[in-house]
């Protein structure tokens, strides 16, 4: 059987076949001449299937959408606090090319507009790196990420470099501010190159997908950043990611994230997967028309939206029996908090005073709210003078100290 989700996705693009309006960019020179009819998409989900459609092979600068990934590497390289003391995470409300500071702090807004995303793009490896430095460890990040070796766009940097006035401006604002410790020039130069990496949506996807799996690259199955970083860099992907057209895109939509000059428009799915599309023409928030069109049929089809609701809490407890003394309670899937809370009003309801069992032999996951509120629901049990127990054969409730030192029985 062929899996149906790639047909699928095909037949998205080609409804959209008709779709002309909006314009390719024309502020960068070379984007002008753009093939405004490229249409490609490509799905990858965080188990590293990709299923792509259109024009998935053709490479296209990857713009703005590389701001979201250069703010995880400045994560990366200089930590949460450094990062957060130079750029906020509230949304702008604003044009990407805005020359906008937030009033007090002086900090840009976010690093999703540019004047976050040069500033971003500075704090790259750390202090005193040149711009090739820079320049390579967002290629590097960017490779690593998409799971082969990116190049760079010569061409469209250097229209754009000779272009960059708006830029420029944006970075010696910076420096008159004390946000840029560098050389505006080299900064901006810097930053151009980073907008000049190729992709093509099948990298995206994949990059995207990585965000979506907690920063695991889903493909080469390499950690490339922690839990933490990647949720930072969803977050501002939600904040901001659109410019000023986030708040509708976020209510159509409700999936994280960022488009770019060049017709590339990214999202990510938490938990799911790293969606991307490429179309040339723009609306007037400089974001590429058939790509929202795209985004919003795969989340009304699809069920994407992140506002969804999921009933994750009332899957967890499969089923309870009592046999031979002792009562089991069988656990599946994920376990988190409302998980958690499932399996405690199961374990409150039960006065049945025989021994507890927790059988997880059929749970997948869970974090560690998850595991810390079996543990406590075991203590509490065991308080009230029952013996307990759990079943775990693959271990999915590591360390399961009761929190004085003591173990429930193990089985399994
Ligand atoms: N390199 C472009 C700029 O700085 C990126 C803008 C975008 O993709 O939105 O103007």
Redesign the pocket.
């Known amino acids: 059987m062929r899996s149906p989700v790639g047909d699928y996705l095909q037949e998205v693009l080609d409804a959209l076949a008709d779709e002309r309006s909006g314009a390719v960019a024309d502020y960068?020179p070379d984007l002008a001449n753009a093939d405004p009819d490229v249409f490609g998409a490509a799905v990858t989900t965080v188990a590293g299937r990709t299923y792509a459609a259109g024009d998935d092979e053709v490479e296209f600068s990857i713009?703005?959408i590389s701001k979201p990934f250069a703010y995880a590497a400045a994560l990366l390289d200089r930590g949460k606090e450094t990062v957060l003391a130079a750029v906020g995470v509230e949304p702008s409300g604003e044009a990407?090319?805005e020359l906008s500071l937030e009033t007090g702090s002086r900090r840009p807004k976010n690093p999703m507009i540019?004047v976050g995303a040069i500033a971003t793009h500075d704090l790259l490896v750390g202090p005193g790196a040149s711009v090739a430095d820079k320049v390579e460890r967002a290629r590097e990040f960017f490779s690593a990420l998409a799971g082969r070796e990116l190049g760079i766009d010569e061409s469209v940097f250097a229209s754009?470099l000779a272009t960059a006035d708006r830029?420029l401006s944006i970075a010696h604002m910076l420096r008159n501010y004390g946000v840029l410790q560098d050389d505006p020039h080299e900064v901006v130069e810097g930053y151009?190159r980073q907008?000049s990496i190729t992709v093509t949506v099948g990298d995206l996807a994949v990059m995207g997908a990585t965000l979506a799996n907690g920063g695991v690259q889903p493909r080469t199955g390499e950690r490339l950043m922690p839990p933490e970083v990647a949720r930072q860099t969803l977050t501002v992907m939600a904040a901001a990611g659109m410019y000023d057209g986030v708040g509708e895109w976020f209510a159509t939509v409700g999936i994280p994230a960022k488009?770019?000059?060049a017709g590339g428009l990214l999202g990510a799915l938490p938990g799911q997967c790293g969606i991307a599309v490429v179309s040339p023409r723009l609306d007037a928030h400089?974001n590429s028309v058939r790509g929202i069109k795209v985004f919003q049929r795969l989340s009304a089809d699809m069920g994407m939206h992140l506002m969804d609701s999921v009933p994750y809490g009332s899957t967890v407890l499969r089923g309870v029996h009592t046999s031979g003394g002792e009562t089991v309670f069988e656990l599946q899937g994920v376990i988190q908090f409302s998980g958690g809370e499932a399996v405690l009003h199961g374990l409150e309801s039960d006065t049945s005073g025989t021994a507890v069992v927790l059988d997880l032999s059929r749970v997948d996951r869970m974090n560690d709210v998850g595991r810390r509120m079996l543990l406590e629901g075991l203590r509490r049990m065991r308080l009230d003078g029952r013996a307990v127990a759990l079943i775990d054969p693959d271990r999915v409730l590591p360390d399961p100290d009761l929190g004085d030192g003591t173990l429930p029985e193990i089985r399994g």
């Open positions: 960068i713009q703005s990407f090319n540019n754009e830029n151009t907008c488009s770019g000059v400089g």
